[in-house]
């Protein structure tokens, strides 16, 4: 990796480690709140608002304007999520809307770094891109939570700190990734652009692969956030209740096992085929399902964090596969569409426990969570059909 690569990585970083500062203190923001089951899970959830607010126009952005100018925007707009939700410490309003600024950072952020280090590494380079995107998106994810958990352990002002921490850390590394090359020509994009620039429903998935995204590789897209969204959002709070400690040390614990178990994907992934592997993610996700079920079932929490492990190497599996074969597909002019058409579809998983936390009230959360754990075993097992109907 050379200066260039560092700087966009270390970019996906402070993105990724943005999103999940606030993570442990949702138990904390319920009980100073006053809030209820679906609105302390809305804090969470409603970062894929902004997500999905922007991920559809975010890689035509930057295939029209620069990679370059997305992720320093989202950078930028990641230290103004931040400073809401200190603000938002006491007004609920104000904290979702700073949850869904981060989104927009993401949305904006993910997919065209994610592109963007593809180009800066070449040709034949996907693999290598994918896994460097996704250690270093998880790596901010994992490293969040117990940097936060020990804030509030040490510090005095545990809703303030972490997040003027993270202010800082974004505000350092913007100058870094403003000296990266550019790898969009902005220029010959503007040429050819008759009239106004709009943006328009793009999803860069080329003809001769359609069939492949839309049969094997969207369904499974979903998984990548929809497993891990589980362990560290919905089975903490779930179960905080029936231990004797802090429920933030318990949060961010469950937070930190989720994000580094997709470090891990990186030794299971080396043992599969690129074409096979998201099929085989999808698998050790159900079996991360199936821990946490027993789990809220049985009250027994020290099983949510072994899940969270599971769930969070299911993730990490499905993310580098899934962005390999992205970066295979696509071509460079729509190569940013498709990245962010690729994070649309996993970020919806996002909603999972917001969908748990609805359905619960009229179904049992017991029955919701095998419910859930069934269609992911559906979707593992029917993974090399769909493979093969996809590429006959």
């Not at 560290?232 to 905080?240: C, K, N």
């Not at 997709?262 to 074409?275: D, E, K, V």
């Not at 899940?307 to 990490?316: D, F, N, P, R, T």
């Not at 190569?335 to 919806?348: C, E, I, K, Q």
């Amino acid at each position: 990796m050379n200066r260039n690569t560092i700087a966009v990585a270390v970019g996906l970083f402070i993105v990724g480690y943005g999103t999940n500062v606030s993570t442990p203190f949702l138990v904390l923001y319920r009980d100073r709140l006053g809030l209820g089951a679906n609105d302390t899970q809305l804090i969470f959830v409603v970062y894929v608002v902004g997500i999905l607010s922007t991920l559809m126009i975010a890689g035509q952005l930057s295939d029209r304007f620069g990679r370059k100018r997305l992720l320093v925007a989202s950078l930028a707009l990641s230290a103004l999520g931040s400073l809401l939700i200190i603000f938002g410490r006491d007004a609920y309003a104000l904290l979702l809307i700073g949850r869904i600024v981060l989104g927009v950072v993401s949305g904006l952020g993910l997919g065209v770094g994610a592109a963007w280090l593809q180009e800066l590494l070449g040709p034949g380079q996907e693999a290598r891109a994918a896994l460097i995107a996704t250690m270093v998106t998880y790596g901010g994810f994992g490293a969040a939570p117990p940097l936060s958990v020990l804030y509030e352990w040490q510090a005095p002002s545990p809703l303030i700190v972490p997040f003027l921490f993270h202010i800082a850390l974004t505000l350092a590394v913007i100058p870094a990734v403003l000296r990266v090359d550019e790898t969009v020509d902005v220029a010959a994009a503007a040429a050819t652009q008759t009239g106004r620039w709009r943006p328009k429903v793009h999803f860069g998935i080329p003809a001769r692969a359609r069939r492949q995204f839309l049969w094997y590789i969207g369904p499974l897209a979903v998984l990548v956030f929809a497993f891990p969204s589980m362990a560290f959002a919905l089975f903490p709070v779930l179960l905080s209740d029936t231990v004797d400690a802090s429920p933030v040390v318990l949060t961010g614990l469950s937070g930190m096992s989720t994000a580094w178990g997709g470090l891990m994907s990186r030794p299971l992934i080396s043992r599969m085929s690129t074409q096979s592997a998201m099929g085989w993610g999808a698998a050790i996700g159900t079996i991360g399902y199936v821990m946490g079920t027993v789990a809220f079932v049985t009250g027994s929490w020290p099983l949510v964090w072994p899940a969270a492990i599971v769930l969070g190497a299911a993730s990490g599996v499905l993310s580098i596969a899934g962005l390999t074969l992205v970066g295979e597909l696509t071509d460079p002019e729509t190569r940013g569409a498709l990245s962010s058409t690729f994070y649309l579809l996993a970020y919806s998983g996002m909603t999972m426990p917001l969908v748990v936390s609805a359905l619960s009230g009229a179904l049992g959360t017991t029955q919701v969570l095998i419910g859930l754990t069934a269609i992911a075993a559906a979707l593992a097992i029917t993974a090399p059909l769909r493979r093969r109907i996809a590429l006959a």
